[in-house]
């Protein structure tokens, strides 16, 4: 691993493989001359310690396609002969081509353009690449060269990502406080010129209301945030960011590069009041509709049952209800909103059957209001007829003789 210099030079140093090639221990006449990795003899004991392997044991021979333990242990030259096994440094030694690949690191964000083929080594043919890639493998006595010289790379820019973030404009919405942020990335970088831009928020009338300062992405292409704090607002509100590129002359460009939006919900709709809707009350009886729970409209696909917020008061919003005949009317009976939003229903006996609906008006510590229609279903009243299904026991009686029967029961005892 190495990294480059200001002028993007590099240079990857390997080690080398011991032995003229993979599958060739060096030059052998089999008389006089010989590589030493044809050897039997053992490796001085701090030879083999530093190459990792056992003293007392490890053989020249045992070099073989062993990775060097430094570039200058053993000899590039690759002929190199020591028949007598006199020293490492006589050792040949190679570099591997045949699995060597260079590729780069820490560069998500950026498009790599590369001499290798994709992700198979095959550097052999690249002499014909884009940069001119070559490599050198040459035997010759003083002149032994192995190297791959002009592998070069080249990063474009991803695409140009502009986003504000967490909220956005159709399900996550802002209420007033939260702080939204914007993400920029795929820029020049400050490495490819004096690239400057800047990011404003506009409102719905295309009036700026903030701008952070003109800055320089960073070596990733990244421009720092531009925070923004939601305000209050009266009614839903969307505010838009826009990313400028900066002249020369330190003006904005006509055009914003890229823009993205949130919106900002008012306080209210924080909370949505939701209550039961499958209450009954019989005429002429009463029953209490439980307090409502709370749900985050924000969150569309999550219905909360949040406890009421605290100083929130509950009343009914008017005198009329809506009746079952879907007009607008006096409830035949009494309804009363209590302090916790729970709601007493009493019908009168002779109210009409159906469904009703209560309006009630729900008030945050803010001022600012909701009001629910509440739905319950007045049901019918039993009489004591309704209720009771009485009968008698057969008795038998003699002609001329009286029997008195027992009294009726009903079916159910």
């Not at 260079?102 to 940069?131: H, M």
């Not at 917020?309 to 009317?329: A, N, R």
């Not at 729900?362 to 009485?390: C, I, K, M, Q």
Request: proline share 6%; with cysteine.
């Amino acid at each position: 691993t190495t990294t480059t210099d200001d002028n993007g030079q590099y240079r990857l140093q390997f080690n080398g493989t011991y032995g003229k090639a993979y599958n060739d221990r060096g030059y052998n006449d089999g008389a006089l001359l010989a590589s030493n990795l044809y050897s039997d003899a053992l490796l001085p004991d701090n030879v083999a310690t530093a190459e990792g392997m056992t003293p007392g044991k490890a053989k020249y021979s045992d070099l073989f396609n062993r990775v060097a333990s430094s570039p200058e242990v053993g000899s590039w030259y690759r002929n190199e002969t020591d028949k007598k096994a006199r020293s490492i440094d006589k050792t040949p030694k190679h570099v591997n081509f045949d699995w060597a690949y260079v590729s780069l690191e820490g560069v998500d964000r950026y498009s790599v353009t590369t001499p290798y083929y994709g992700n198979k080594f095959a550097f052999d043919d690249a002499g014909t690449s884009w940069t001119g890639f070559i490599y050198n493998n040459t035997t010759a006595p003083g002149a032994s060269m192995q190297n791959i010289v002009r592998a070069k790379f080249a990063l474009s820019l991803d695409e140009l990502s502009f986003d504000v973030t967490p909220y956005d404009s159709f399900g996550n919405f802002a209420s007033s406080g939260d702080t939204v942020k914007t993400v920029t990335t795929g820029l020049p970088s400050a490495d490819l010129g004096n690239n400057r831009y800047q990011i404003a928020w506009f409102d719905p009338e295309g009036k700026e209301v903030k701008a952070c300062n003109i800055a320089i992405p960073d070596n990733t292409g990244t421009l720092a945030s531009c925070d923004f704090e939601a305000p209050n607002v009266k009614e839903a509100t969307t505010y838009t960011a826009r990313l400028y590129a900066i002249d020369t002359e330190g003006e904005r460009g006509s055009y914003p590069m890229s823009q993205d939006a949130f919106t900002v919900l008012p306080k209210t709709t924080d909370y949505d009041p939701v209550y039961k809707d499958d209450t009954k009350v019989v005429q002429g009886s009463s029953t209490t509709i439980p307090v409502p729970t709370f749900d985050d409209p924000r969150t569309k696909d999550v219905v909360e049952t949040n406890a009421t917020p605290k100083d929130t008061t509950f009343e009914q919003d008017g005198t009329d209800v809506t009746l079952p005949d879907g007009t607008k009317g006096a409830f035949p009976g009494t309804i009363v909103v209590n302090d916790d939003g729970s709601i007493k229903v009493t019908p009168n006996a002779d109210a009409s059957l159906g469904s009703y609906q209560v309006p009630v008006k729900v008030t945050y510590v803010d001022g600012s209001t909701d009001t629910v229609s509440v739905p319950f279903e007045v049901t019918e009243r039993l009489t004591n007829a309704d209720e009771n299904d009485p009968s008698y026991e057969g008795v038998s009686v003699t002609k001329g003789e009286s029997v008195t029967s027992e009294s009726p029961k009903n079916s159910d005892g």
